[in-house]
T-cell receptor, first 110, second 115 residues
Framework: EDQVTQSPEALRLQEGESSSLNCSYT??????LFWYRQDPGKGPEFLFT???AGEEKEKERLKATLTKKESFLHITAPKPEDSATYLC???????????FGQGTRLTINP | DTEVTQTPKHLVMGMTNKKSLKCEQH?????MYWYKQKAKKPPELMFV???????INESVPSRFSPECPNSSLLNLHLHALQPEDSALYLC??????????????FGPGTRLTVL
């Protein structure tokens, strides 16, 4: 069964303290790996799509990378406004729907 | 423009009421989705429409009835709901079903409370 696992479940950082969130997936024909940001009570906001191992994408303080079995979301010098839940999702070959991880709740303290 | 709109933002209904949730996108996407999300959980797929035809029903109870009047609109009709159906209901759209990575863009959601 295709699975996506995110770690840690929750992460507290001080403002400016860089870190990484992990998303691992079962290796069975990945068609795309997606990162979303979700604020409380709102819909997920699309951040990145990664297609193949070695690919990297950046947006402001966020950088997403992909290997053959996991993806990382690197947060550089985060600010309190980066506090949110970050969701990872994958589409696998032959499947129509996304498989979501459980999310990482990120809190950045000023 | 990557905007998906949903109305209403909040809805409170009794177990005997009939109500509808609405979703609209003008990105030319041909696949649209309904998700249900409980607190501190990821979105859970309910239905997928592709080219205005229902292609996936994730064994959702019949008290939820989806409708896709045209390629830009998606409705979710609600009837005789239970308190455990209270959740954030999300609509999403994507370019094509099953082609490429096919990222989905989500709306802001409707917060539903069933009394």
């Amino acid at each position: 069964e295709d699975q996506v696992t995110q770690s840690p479940e929750a992460l507290r950082l001080q403002e400016g303290e860089s870190s990484s969130l992990n998303c691992s997936y079962t290796v069975s024909g990945l068609r795309g790996l997606f990162w979303y940001r979700q604020d409380p009570g709102k819909g997920p906001e699309f951040l990145f799509t990664l297609y193949s191992a070695g690919e990297e994408k950046e947006k402001e303080r966020l950088k997403a990378t992909l290997t053959k079995k996991e993806s990382f979301l690197h947060i550089t010098a985060p600010k309190p406004e980066d506090s949110a839940t970050y969701l990872c999702a994958a589409r696998f070959q032959g499947a129509q729907k996304l498989v979501f991880g459980q999310g990482t709740r990120l809190t950045i303290n000023p | 423009d990557t905007e998906v709109t949903q109305t209403p933002k909040h809805l409170v209904m009794g177990m005997t009421n009939k109500k509808s949730l609405k979703c609209e996108q003008h990105m030319g996407h041909r696949a649209m989705y309904w998700y249900k999300q409980k607190a501190k959980k990821p979105p859970e797929l309910m239905f997928v429409y592709s080219y205005e035809k229902l292609s996936i029903n994730e064994s959702v109870p019949s008290r939820f009835s989806p409708e896709c009047p045209n390629s830009s609109l998606l409705n979710l009709h609600l009837h005789a709901l239970q308190p455990e159906d209270s959740a954030l209901y999300l609509c999403a759209s994507s370019h094509r079903r099953g082609t490429g990575a096919n990222e989905q863009f989500f709306g802001p959601g409707t917060r539903l409370t069933v009394l």
